[in-house]
């Protein structure tokens, strides 16, 4: 009889560990989904900012997990989604104001391989837009993510790629008419661990093009290289420090200055408590404008105050808080650069059983340093998400903007409800 028990016993708790894994797993996937989404669906003017250092991050492709497992080392998901939107002000314009609804078909598929150290990941998403009436605007984007990885206990090596292919009518609202642009992100970093010293290298180069014979005017390139190290204080944080450097050279010299950007941060970065994770670094950044035919006024050895920094709160998988600081140069359309101030704040909570809501706002300044020029952007967004099975979701979702740049200021309000599937 107490072999029986015994024997009982042991069958529930393999059954309550297969819970518990099943359980961890779906989570996993829902973070993914979750953090994938939010990139999906910030202004695509961030698009231009320089940002590789959030690239870069391991995190990006750390919970793109699959539900399915196909072999031992090779995972396999995906899912198909339609959306029903409509955008009051698809041109986000202050002049030319055009409302229209559209349908989104989605399509996405992720794969990871894993085996003695060795990583791969490939994330891919094709969407089709269709407008109701503005049909210049229709047509396919695609959007893939890769990662190769080989990590021991003291190092790791890492080379992935981040390309777009989208429609984009933000930047072109002089012209009515479909804009087609690719970016192409290109990383590699290395890290080594010496017990208690944290060291990483990477290297970066972007390319920006805008596919179409008008509007052929903002295409450059951008290198970047950048050197972090982290010295441990305790169990729970570490002091950083950073230094880099980045040239950004566009094609049209007579319409844009090439310019050149150096930096030093330091700060602390870690996890004070289970829920609680964060990072902040402050230092100085360099700006120096090569002297070119544009009309920009050059500048030479322009200094000023960067900041780079997050809070995040999680007690589960599905509440969670987060605030994000940035100060920092970027490119812009204008005069080849401008400093970019914005503190981002996102709330995700789990409502009841399989309804999760989530909100995000973000509050942006951009100065242009010679025409001192002042942009301004406030971003406030919302979204339902609803489980109606393992494998189908309903989601609900708008966002409001409020922006101020060169024709004026102008608003924007977008809506969507889709269903989907996932496998």
Known sequence: MLCSIATTATSQTKEQRAREEEEQQRQKLEQAEQEWEQEMRRPVEDDHRPEPREYLAPDHYKYL???????????LSGKIAAEQGY????????????????????????????????????NYTGQERLYARLDQFNGPEHFLDFL???????????????????????????????AERQRNDLAATLGIDLHGLDLEFSASTRRFRVLEET???????RHEARALGALGMGDKLQAVSEIGGSRTAFDEEETFNSFEVAWALVGVQGQPAPTLSGSLKVGLYRVDVEVGTSTAIPTEGDVDLMVSGYLKWQRRQQNSFELRLERMPYETSETGWALLSRVTLGYNHWLAERLTGSVWSALEQAEEPDTRAVRRAYVFGLSLKYELGRNFQATLESTYQER????????????????????
């Open 215 to 221: 509007l052929e005017f903002y295409d450059h390139r």
């Open 148 to 178: 190769l990885a080989y990590r021991t206990r003291s190092f790791r090596i890492e080379i992935g790629e981040h390309f777009r292919d989208q429609i984009d009518p933000t930047e072109i609202t002089l012209f009515r008419d479909r």
């Open 65 to 75: 997990l699959a539900r399915g497992r196909v072999a031992d080392h090779l995972k």
């Open 404 to 423: 101020l740049d060169r024709f004026g200021p102008f608003d924007n309000f977008r809506a969507t409800a889709g269903i989907g599937v996932v496998f």
């Open 87 to 122: 955008d009051d002000n698809v041109l986000v314009s202050s002049t030319d104001e055009e409302s229209d609804f559209y349908t989104l078909l989605v399509a996405k598929i992720q794969a990871q391989f894993e085996r003695h150290g060795a990583q791969a990941m490939v």
